[in-house]
């Protein structure tokens, strides 16, 4: 008589027992995956080929379970989940690749992002112009100061003059709106970040003829602006192409207002002439202020976008996600995060939304996928196949001791 059956019951039952417990412990841990206990039974080996009773039974293995949590919002940006398959991909100090669906990132000193363990995230970097470099996968590691002024090479208009208006004989005088038809201004930056207001004024001479006056604000100080140049631009009988598409303007310092300005291209291609009123439907200049880093985004594709004071944007990086022919191969690492093996493959890796990979989702996080109630009705369960077993060890010690009893 054997109290094989029994002992290994309560071991197997016990390791199942250890699973739901760590199962409920980890519900409410950000991107924990739930683990299940899979039974064999055991059977020694009979002469002859006949069939044996078996001898008990043993835990083949603890599976990890990757389907996917909920996803909750945090409001806070640095926060990402995966609505789909993947792993985030880290680096720790030394070097180690590890996977995680834990998306509790932070910035550290450095700028790089990291999750709580001080794991660095990798990621696609960007070269000095902002470009991404998609040929390299490094630590990603975001600005933390500000972006450096920029100053205007080009502006560009959109813009209609009213062809109903009556040609103005004689010279301009800027402080006479009776001797121009219609002015409009735009901003532009010195290599600073200074800032610079250049007026056209629009002067019709004849028809389908204007004068176009550049100014910029005064630097004599004779209270008129400095002109810059006068150009001279004509339209078709449609009011369509304009016989002058570029400006190029040099702009004189201001003192200490701002630095001298040279060679700013004035686009004029999109200009027209047509019976309507006078207005101006797009203007743009490529140059900036400098800016402080005020937020960081992060996409459903994982691109990474710097927004600063100066309205300008930048992007920062891109995140890049791995996913395994076999997750349920990962190694557990303890928290929360998995290092590849043999029985996982090699990761394949790529952006958030290609081939299989899920999409990100910032200011969120994915919750454990840990169900609670079926967690403590398979513990009732397991703790009756626990008691179950016991009972059959007491009734085999019954059962011995009558034998012994026996004269």
Request: net charge negative; proline share 3%.
């Amino acid at each position: 008589m054997s109290f094989q059956q029994g002992l290994s019951g309560l071991n197997a039952t016990s390791k199942s027992l250890e699973v739901i417990g760590n199962n409920i412990a980890n519900a409410g841990t950000y991107g924990a995956k739930a683990a299940r206990a899979e039974f064999a039974d055991l059977y020694a080996r009979s002469l002859g080929g006949a069939n044996a009773a078996g001898i008990g039974v043993q835990v083949a293995s603890i599976a990890q379970q990757f389907s996917q949590g909920g996803i909750v919002s945090t409001n806070n940006l640095m926060d990402v989940a995966i609505n789909g398959d993947g792993f985030f991909q880290m680096q720790d100090t030394g070097g180690q690749m590890l996977y995680s669906r834990n998306g509790q990132f932070k910035l550290d000193s450095e700028g790089f992002i990291v999750n709580g363990a001080g794991h660095r995230l990798l990621g696609y970097p960007v070269d000095n112009v902002g470009n991404l470099v998609t040929q390299v996968r490094s630590q990603l590691q975001l600005p933390t100061v500000g972006i450096a002024p920029k100053a205007t090479e080009e502006v560009k208009f959109e813009m209609n003059l009213d062809s109903r208006k009556t040609a103005v004989a004689g010279a301009i005088d800027y402080d006479d709106p009776a001797t121009y038809h219609n002015a409009t201004s735009v901003r532009i930056y010195d290599a600073k970040g200074q800032p610079v207001d250049v007026t056209l004024y629009f002067q019709k001479t004849a028809t389908d003829s204007w004068n176009i006056y550049s100014t910029a604000p005064d630097i004599d100080g004779d209270g008129d602006p400095e002109q810059l140049d006068v150009s001279q631009i004509t339209f078709d009988s449609s009011g369509l192409n304009p016989s002058l598409t570029e400006l190029t303007l040099n702009i004189p310092g201001g003192g200490a207002a701002y630095d001298p300005i040279n060679g700013v291209k004035v686009d004029l291609s999109q200009l027209t002439q047509f019976g309507g009123n006078f207005g101006v439907t797009d203007v743009s200049q490529d140059g900036y202020a400098p800016g402080q880093l005020t937020q960081l985004t992060i996409e459903e594709d994982g691109i990474i976008t710097a927004r600063y004071s100066n309205s300008m944007t930048q992007t920062a990086g891109q995140i890049e996600l791995a996913n395994f022919r076999n997750p349920q191969g990962l190694k557990s690492m303890g928290g929360n995060v998995w290092a590849s093996s043999y029985a996982s493959g090699d990761p394949v890796a790529g952006v958030p939304g290609s081939a299989t990979l899920g999409l990100l989702k910032s200011g969120a996080l994915e919750e454990s996928n840990v169900d609670m109630t079926a967690e403590l009705v398979n513990m009732i369960t397991v703790q009756r196949l626990y008691q179950a077993n016991a009972q059959t060890i007491k009734t085999q010690d019954s059962v011995l001791q009558t034998l012994v009893s026996l004269r």
